[in-house]
């Protein structure tokens, strides 16, 4: 099946630093691919839709100058995480539909961030 | 609107025992239904999916049916192994919209 992949799996930084997490679908082309983030033991939150060539839809209470989206090409959206704090530690995964089947969201592993 | 209820967790069950995580959904349109799951420390894993009322997905043992008439869509599994402790999610989404909606998630705990 398809596969999308996720890196860094896990990241620790530095309060005020930045942090980028790449994802990129490996044998699909993702016109479409979404950020979502997981707080501990709660379900995901979608943060953003990542449009190829255009600029990313931010969900309501999502800070587009915090968390900037990338998606220059059909395989790869980043996500960077800009001036960390330690509130931002989190699970971040992103994904991607495959036109090919049905709708079908495919998973990253998920990047773990520690903002110390 | 769009929207899914699931059954709130922690399940523990014991091994080789029958286990059921309820959801139910609401959907303007026709959705597609789905069944993901996360073991720990991993994104998410497709576990099951129906695209229409009456398909049953299944893979690994476990079942869920696209039931519209109730608009449920439960998991279900005979005999749970201690393998299948994770946290499943239920999700559906409305093609023309392009999103997908979750559950909350149902954390399963399988105990020798």
């Known amino acids: 099946g398809a596969v999308v992949s996720q890196h860094p799996s896990r990241v620790i930084c530095k309060s005020g630093t930045s942090v980028k997490i790449e994802c990129r679908s490996l044998?699909?082309?993702?016109?479409?691919m979404f950020w979502y983030r997981q707080f501990p033991k709660q379900s995901l939150m979608l943060m953003a839709t990542s449009n190829e060539g255009s600029k990313a839809t931010y969900e309501q209470g999502v800070e587009k100058d915090k968390f900037l989206i990338n998606h220059a090409s059909l395989t790869l959206s980043t996500l960077t995480v800009t001036s960390a704090h330690p509130e931002d530690s989190s699970f971040y995964i992103c994904s991607a539909r495959s036109e090919a089947n049905t709708g079908e969201l495919f998973f990253g592993e998920g990047s773990r961030l520690t903002v110390l | 609107g769009n929207s899914v209820t699931q059954m709130e967790g922690p399940v523990t069950l014991s091994e080789e025992a029958f286990l059921t995580i309820n959801c139910t959904y609401t959907?303007?349109?026709?959705?597609?239904l789905f069944w993901y799951v996360q073991y720990p420390g991993e994104g998410l894993q497709l576990l099951l999916k129906a695209t229409k009322a009456d398909d049953k997905g299944s893979n690994k043992g476990f079942e869920a049916t696209y039931r519209k008439e109730t608009t449920s869509f439960h998991l279900e599994k005979g005999s749970v192994q201690v393998s299948d402790s994770a946290v499943y999610f239920c999700a559906l989404s409305v093609y023309t919209g392009n999103q997908f909606y979750f559950g909350t998630g149902t954390s399963l705990t399988v105990i020798p």
């Open positions: 959907a303007t349109g026709y959705p597609s």
């Open positions: 044998d699909f082309q993702a016109t479409t």
